[in-house]
């Protein structure tokens, strides 16, 4: 796709929508190139392609039950006709050939391909990879899911011609078996396969010790040549600075032959990891135990390029879910690859990534977001870009997606032909809620052909839906989307909604065309509901919050609509017109730079903040540039990285009026930089008043500067002291963020303020008799029930799973690590791998199974300390337990004490790893004359330390490293804790 406005648009019976397309792009705003304009295929759409032999076009259909409904436009060509044929003259001379492609469920169909009248291969079309049923193929991701109209009914085949067709020659596709529909060609000139590039080293085996290659040249970079690389495991890389290099997409392939669950793919957890030029399939054909194609944490200095990824669960997923790697992704760019036909995101930038751009991709025929920002797991996703991107015929969820986060960025995107929403923002899954600073910016995006009245939970949803819920706050703010166009919306164009929560608060629109809605009525209504379809602008739910729009363009209203926009549910949402809503487009008169000045050590980054004038410039785009890239390096968001001792100059400019500021970096090759700060926990649930001690890691180890502050983003929910501790103040979340003062590095922790409930049980083998217990790092199983690390509280996280937390501890059992023990820990109780059902054995006894590793059931069949998680049977008794109820009491000394769980959260330790030989006790003002008793035992159960204290204070020791059980009772609360000592 060599010009933008080519992009799907070849109908001759749509020359007046193409024109009109046209000048939406030309007249929008200052961007034409919108979707990925530089794409080197060129597309030649069936249904205008010279047709003989039977084959015949479809109707033009938005009903979900018709196999057209998710074809490009709605159309594709009926070519099971003995020797139909579809042919087309080609524009320009190519030889990478791709064909979008429909057979029946369990069927196959060939096609010939032909060079004008020379035939040249015979292609094999499947349906091992299409054919998704949602309602019924026990994905828990589908949980409640009711639409039963089969979706990824389209598939592709793609392959390198011996040689070009010639620009003017004729690309022929004939069937030769089966029942087949073709939806379009993509063929593209396949350029020279890549050599070795210099300094790598060559891999020459088949696959199967690739992994092993990978481990014995860490740092180097590692050249795939052309050929098919069977790999039966996830391939990780974990030294830093390592490539993986391949003779290009149309060359290099790797073939992951494993289908059980995060058993392929390529993972990097390491700074400096790049992938190129590589095409990567998969076996597993379908969500459940499967992997994403590249997954893991990416820096300023990765390059990840060129790559073609389909058949995984996601195309890429970009989060740190390992350790001893970066603890977030930053500054990295990844650009020009294709992720298509997977069966759930193109890609999501999760868990605090920030700093990172994609761009001038091709995202086609995913089940879930196509480009996500997902600030889970507390961590708040910031500055992140997606542009010159193009998202099509997605089959569900939407084209582009942020949940939460802060300053992101969307633009120059084309969102086509999704059969749910194009653009979504909302808070609708856990994690870091929207931040209460910065903006989102949403715009020059082409929206065409989205929404529904029927989604896969027979739900309505808009071509732009913004809506709040009440997984990460209660809140969607701070949201400007502008010179958007909304064509041909199926249902209504834009939805602003409560759905729970509170509302949306500072969302703005500017400069929105929309042109024709209700596409698909009055089908695809199947809870036969009454609503009307096809509004410009829906307000629902009786929303809080404000909105402000200028220069709404409405026309071709359908569907069933009575009015432009419906706000009888508007509730006390305010929707006002913009105080400036001039179309004429305002210039760029300056541009500034923050800091103006940065002294880094080599390997450290600063983040630079352009600020541009006026403040409502029409164009606000910058580059950067560096002066001297052996000093410092800068990357499209202004990330720089210091490189070598010496001074370089930033400079950025805007693409309006060319304006400049600058930069001096001065790099300092003895001052070593921070890269990195986690903090521990990530989350925590507090009762009102309790405390929690963060405790922060500043990487590297002997950073010269490791000071850190702290802030919380609701301090009427939770405070927090300069050093790290935060106090409960009212219910509800809090975002609290740790940021070094070198290198402004940050990471998150989740605070969930609110009354605690649960039901308690000890937890009985039926082989053994003995109970779970907390032993340290492990869950162990003991024969009495000696205190309150014995007893569990279960915790729901649906109808169907549950979290076990100790009441002891506080800790949770998981698998997260995969060390062959059942873990218990401070691990998130968002990790599937912490997450449990149970599957009744008989009335009495039942087995405890993971909900990540779905064949892992809790057991102690080995007898080795520690309970474990693989390999167990069904029969085993050993693998059969009892939950017996109890009360979150402990006998000591003859009375019965109660231990709350506020309580449990009223007294902390820090910092927790024990550093040098001292740490805090924190609990609740005593009564006069009563004291509390501080006592230390190992994971043996031998009292190694007594002391006692009238209030909060500090307790010295000489312990040696591991992990400890301190307990701290009194007359008030008998509570106790987990402490690890470094």
Request: hydrophobic share 35%.
């Amino acid at each position: 796709m060599k010009n933008p406005l080519h992009f799907n648009f070849f109908r001759r019976e749509k020359y007046f929508h193409i024109i009109w397309i046209c000048f939406v792009l030309l007249t929008s705003g200052l961007y034409a190139q919108r979707g990925y304009y530089d794409a080197a295929y060129k597309r030649y759409e069936a249904n205008v392609g010279q047709l003989s032999n039977g084959a015949a076009t479809t109707s033009k259909s938005y009903i979900q039950s018709d196999l057209q409904s998710e074809a490009t436009d709605q159309q594709c060509v009926n070519m099971s006709a003995t020797n139909a044929t579809v042919q087309w003259t080609l524009t320009e001379a190519a030889d990478g050939l791709v064909i979008r492609y429909s057979v029946p469920d369990g069927q196959t169909a060939t096609l010939g391909v032909y060079n004008g009248n020379t035939k040249i291969t015979t292609l094999t079309l499947t349906s091992t990879w299409s054919w998704e049923y949602l309602w019924s193929n026990g994905n828990p991701n589908n949980n409640g899911i009711t639409n039963q109209n089969p979706r990824m009914r389209f598939d592709e085949v793609r392959y390198k011609l011996p040689s070009k067709i010639a620009v003017s020659g004729t690309l022929k596709l004939v069937r030769e078996s089966g029942n087949v529909h073709v939806d379009f060609a993509e063929i593209e000139p396949v350029p020279t396969a890549i050599t070795a590039p210099s300094g790598a080293v060559t891999y020459t085996g088949n696959g199967s010790d690739l992994q092993t290659f990978i481990d014995a040249n860490g740092g180097k970079k590692i050249f795939l040549p052309t050929g098919v690389y069977s790999v039966n495991r996830e391939l990780y890389f974990g030294a830093a600075n390592t490539s993986l290099i391949g003779a290009g997409m149309w060359y290099t392939q790797i073939n992951f032959t494993n289908t059980s669950s995060l058993n392929g793919g390529l993972r990097a957890n390491a700074a400096g990891i790049s992938f190129t030029d590589l095409y990567l399939t998969t076996n597993s054909a379908s969500r459940s135990n499967s992997y994403k194609g590249i997954n893991g944490v990416f820096t300023a200095s990765s390059i990840v390029k060129n790559i073609w990824a389909e058949h995984f669960e996601c195309g890429a997923w970009i989060a740190q879910y390992n350790t001893g790697g970066p603890a977030i992704a930053d500054g990295f760019t990844l650009s020009h690859c294709r992720f298509r036909n997977n069966y759930a995101d193109g890609i999501n930038l999760c868990k605090g990534t920030a700093n990172s751009i994609v761009e001038h991709c091709n995202f086609r025929n995913n089940g879930d977001d196509d480009q996500a920002i997902w600030s889970a797991d507390g961590l708040e996703c910031i500055n992140n870009t997606f542009r010159y991107n193009t998202s099509e015929n997605c089959w569900r969820a939407c084209g582009l997606a942020i949940y939460g986060g802060k300053n992101n960025k969307a633009y120059n995107l084309i969102i086509k032909d999704n059969l749910e929403a194009g653009i979504r923002v909302s808070n609708n899954f856990p994690g870091a809620p929207f931040n209460n600073d910065g903006m989102h910016e949403i715009h020059d995006i082409t929206v065409s052909t989205c929404g529904t009245f029927n989604d896969t939970y027979n739900n309505p949803v808009a071509a732009v839906d913004i809506f709040s819920a009440t997984n990460a706050g209660s809140q969607v703010k701070n949201v400007q989307l502008y010179n958007i166009d909304i064509l041909d919306s199926r249902n209504d164009a834009i939805s602003i909604s409560k759905r729970s929560g509170d509302g949306i608060y500072n969302l703005s629109f500017k400069d929105i065309t929309v042109n024709g809605t209700g596409k698909e009525y009055p089908n695809n209504n199947a809870l036969n509901r009454n609503w009307g379809r096809g509004y410009f602008v829906l307000i629902a739910g009786s929303p809080a919050g404000n909105g402000t729009y200028c220069n709404m363009n409405y026309s071709n209203r359908g569907g069933n609509a009575a009015a432009n926009e419906e706000i009888s549910a508007i509730g006390t949402f305010s929707w006002t017109a913009g105080s400036n809503c001039s179309s004429t487009p305002v210039a760029v008169t300056g541009v500034t730079i923050s800091p103006t000045t940065a002294t880094l050590g080599v390997g450290a980054t600063q983040q630079l903040t352009p600020t541009v004038a006026p403040a409502n410039a029409t164009n606000k785009t910058v580059s950067y540039s560096s002066n001297n890239t052996g000093v410092a390096t800068v990357n499209g968001s202004g990330l720089v990285t210091a490189i070598a001792s010496g001074s370089a100059t930033i400079t950025v400019t805007t693409q309006d009026g060319a304006k400049t500021a600058t930069v001096v970096i001065t790099v300092n090759s003895s001052n070593i930089a921070v890269t990195s700060v986690s903090l521990s926990p990530t989350t925590a649930s507090l009762a009102v008043g309790a405390t929690q001690q963060l405790t922060p890691t500043v990487l590297p180890s002997n950073a010269t500067n490791k000071s850190v502050s702290y802030a919380s983003n609701n301090t009427g929910v939770a405070t927090v002291n300069a050093s790290g501790l935060v106090t409960a103040v009212s219910n509800g979340t809090a975002t609290i963020t740790v940021t070094t003062v070198d290198g402004s590095k940050t990471s998150t922790a989740a605070i969930t303020v609110s009354t605690a409930t649960g039901n308690y049980f000890t937890i009985k083998n039926k082989w053994t008799g003995n109970y779970l217990y907390d032993a340290g790092a492990n869950v162990g199983y003991g024969a009495t029930v000696a205190n309150n690390n014995y007893k569990w509280e279960k915790v729901a996280v649906d109808a169907t799973y549950y979290i076990l937390k100790n009441v002891g501890t506080g800790d949770i059992m998981n698998i997260e690590n995969l060390t062959g023990a059942v873990q218990c820990n401070a691990g998130s109780t968002g990790w599937y791998s912490a997450q449990w059902s149970t599957e009744n054995v008989d009335a009495t006894w039942v087995r405890i199974k993971n909900r990540w590793q779905t064949g892992s059931m809790i057991h102690i069949e080995n007898l080795n300390g520690s309970a474990q998680y693989a390999g167990g049977q069904n029969n085993w008794e050993s693998a059969q337990w009892q939950f017996q109820s109890t009360s979150t009491s402990k006998r000591a000394n003859g009375i019965e004490t109660a231990v709350t769980v506020e309580n449990n959260s009223l007294v902390s330790l820090y910092p927790n790893p024990s550093i040098n030989n001292e740490f805090n006790v924190v609990f609740p003002d005593l009564k006069a004359g009563n004291q509390a008793t501080v006592t230390v035992t190992d994971i043996n159960g031998r009292k190694v330390l007594v002391n006692k204290l009238n209030t909060s204070g500090k307790i010295d020791h000489h312990l040696t490293s591991g992990v400890y059980i301190v307990t701290i009772s009194s007359n008030e609360f008998n509570v106790s804790k987990k402490l690890i000592v470094k």
